[in-house]
């Protein structure tokens, strides 16, 4: 279907005039005209955008898409695959939290040998 048919459906929907249209959008009047009448075969993107915003559409649903949103299709999914995938980013999360404790008990470690070996310069690696 070509874009000129689609904005003309979406102006017919909200029951707009081609004045309205270009009150509510900024867009003159006779470009409007010549976009709906096929005679703009390509108009900008702005132009378009701020047309369908006016007439309270979308974008995505004048090119086609037509995708659920993320909290359509969370409502859609299977709450036990769900459930799932919620526990087992929850054990993931433990384990992280353990590997982060035990990273920084073993620097903290580190730290202490160095600075053990660095107080007592008869012994250890650094010897004066």
Same mark, same amino acid.
């Given at each position: 279907?070509?874009?000129?048919?689609?904005?003309?459906?979406?102006?017919?929907?909200?029951?707009?005039?081609?004045?309205?249209?270009?009150?509510?959008?900024?867009?003159?009047?006779? *470009?409007?005209?010549?976009?709906?009448?096929?005679?703009?075969?390509?108009?900008?993107?702005?132009?378009?955008?701020?047309?369908?915003?006016?007439?309270?559409?979308?974008?995505?649903?004048?090119?086609?898409?037509?995708?659920?949103?993320?909290?359509?299709?969370?409502?859609?999914?299977?709450?036990?695959?769900?459930?799932?995938?919620?526990?087992?980013?929850?054990?993931?999360?433990?384990?992280?939290?353990?590997?982060?404790?035990?990273?920084?008990?073993? *620097?903290?470690?580190?730290?202490?040998?160095?600075?053990?070996?660095?107080?007592?310069?008869?012994?250890?690696?650094?010897?004066?």
């Amino acid at each position: 279907m070509r874009l000129s048919t689609q904005l003309k459906l979406l102006k017919e929907k909200r029951k707009l005039t081609k004045q309205q249209l270009s009150d509510l959008s900024g867009v003159p009047v006779g *470009t409007i005209n010549r976009i709906l009448s096929g005679q703009t075969d390509n108009p900008s993107f702005q132009t378009v955008c701020d047309m369908v915003m006016a007439m309270e559409g979308s974008l995505d649903e004048l090119v086609g898409i037509k995708e659920d949103s993320p909290v359509e299709q969370r409502k859609t999914a299977n709450p036990e695959i769900i459930k799932l995938y919620e526990n087992m980013i929850d054990y993931k999360e433990k384990w992280i939290q353990r590997l982060f404790a035990c990273c920084c008990i073993l *620097t903290l470690v580190l730290i202490g040998i160095v600075a053990f070996d660095l107080m007592n310069p008869a012994i250890g690696f650094f010897r004066s």
